[in-house]
């Protein structure tokens, strides 16, 4: 897997479609990414409606499908057996291919047995219409489950994990992760805000040690660790420049744990979707 990749939400709308945004400056990011040298692009069913996956449809459109890692999810309404089957063909049509590299189950509910889910992702396998099985916001003991049930491996887990938020790092997540293997794919990398007041002392030095700029370095921090790897938003084409730079500087250890060490207002658990 690509260590970084562009994230879809908000573009398009949040949940459903927002009718004042047309996609058009959505759809000139991803396609500077691309164009940029960005391979993964993650995005879903749910954002914006379906409008999102459109999006990625138009911008991918002039690529080679073969030399793009194409990541959706299936959401939370649609784990019965016929649904996530229809869910995945409504996302291969949106986004105008027939097959996608990953398909994650976006988020837990537990009023549909996950044997259920599970026997419908081997069939979309075996049919050739993703190539991984993967999940998000899966606790350790959930992600076995749903292993459990999988005939090939579940090879990602995607979840909130950034500086701040280190709630799989308490949990046991990262750990297993690294030892079993499993890719983990950290969302909101950036934590909205985290950097927009002064950076972090720690971080600044860590950063001047690598000539990397703040979010370098708090991207930077993620995939330099084993097995883990990112997506960030980036309607800004600076941005999605400077992010890219971060994955070619891989940080030493003792930076690691310093900055794993040091940075300020650490939280224990994801406010927004915590593991379960
Ligand atoms: N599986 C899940 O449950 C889940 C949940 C949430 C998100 N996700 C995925 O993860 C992706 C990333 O998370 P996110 O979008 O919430 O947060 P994020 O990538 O951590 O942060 C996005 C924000 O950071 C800004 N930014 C990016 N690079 C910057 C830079 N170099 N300098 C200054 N600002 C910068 C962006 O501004 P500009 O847009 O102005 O460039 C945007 O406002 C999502 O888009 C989505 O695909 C998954």
Redesign the pocket.
């Known amino acids: 897997m690509p260590y970084l990749g562009m ?4 573009m398009g709308g949040r949940d459903t479609r927002d009718p004042a945004d047309d996609g058009r400056a959505s759809v000139e990011a991803l396609t500077r990414g691309l164009n940029a040298g960005y391979r993964h692009i ?2 879903a069913e749910m954002y914006a409606g379906g409008f999102s996956e459109e999006i990625v449809g138009e911008a991918v459109a002039g690529f080679k499908r073969e030399s793009l890692f194409l990541t959706s ?1 299936v959401w939370k309404t649609h784990l019965h057996y016929d649904d996530v089957l229809r869910a995945a063909e409504d996302s291969l049509r949106r986004l105008r291919t027939d097959y996608l590299d990953l398909y994650l189950i ?2 837990v509910n537990e009023d549909v047995p996950i044997r259920e889910t599970m026997r419908a992702m081997n069939r979309l396998v075996d049919e050739k219409i993703i190539r991984w099985i993967g999940v ?2 899966f606790a350790v003991e959930r992600f076995e489950q749903a292993q459990g049930w999988a005939d090939s491996k579940v090879a990602v887990n ?1 979840v ?1 994990y950034n500086l701040q938020v280190r709630e799989v790092e308490k949990s046991g997540l990262l750990e297993y992760c690294q030892t079993h293997d499993v890719m983990l794919t950290a ?6 805000g985290m950097l927009a007041e002064e950076p972090p002392r720690c971080l600044m030095e860590v950063a001047q040690r690598y000539s990397l ?1 703040p ?1 370098q370095t708090a991207l930077s921090w993620l995939t330099s660790q084993k097995n883990v790897v990112t ?6 084409p600076d ?1 999605l420049l ?2 890219m730079q971060a994955t070619e500087v891989e940080l030493a250890s003792d930076a690691l744990e310093y900055l794993r060490a040091e940075y300020p207002g650490q939280t224990d658990r994801s406010e ?2 915590p593991l379960r």
Do not use: C, F, M
């Open positions: 994230g879809t939400w908000l993650d995005t999810k976006h988020q998000s916001n995607q909130h969302w909101r990398p950036l934590q909205k700029s979010y997506i960030t938003k980036a309607a800004d941005h400077e992010n927004a979707v």
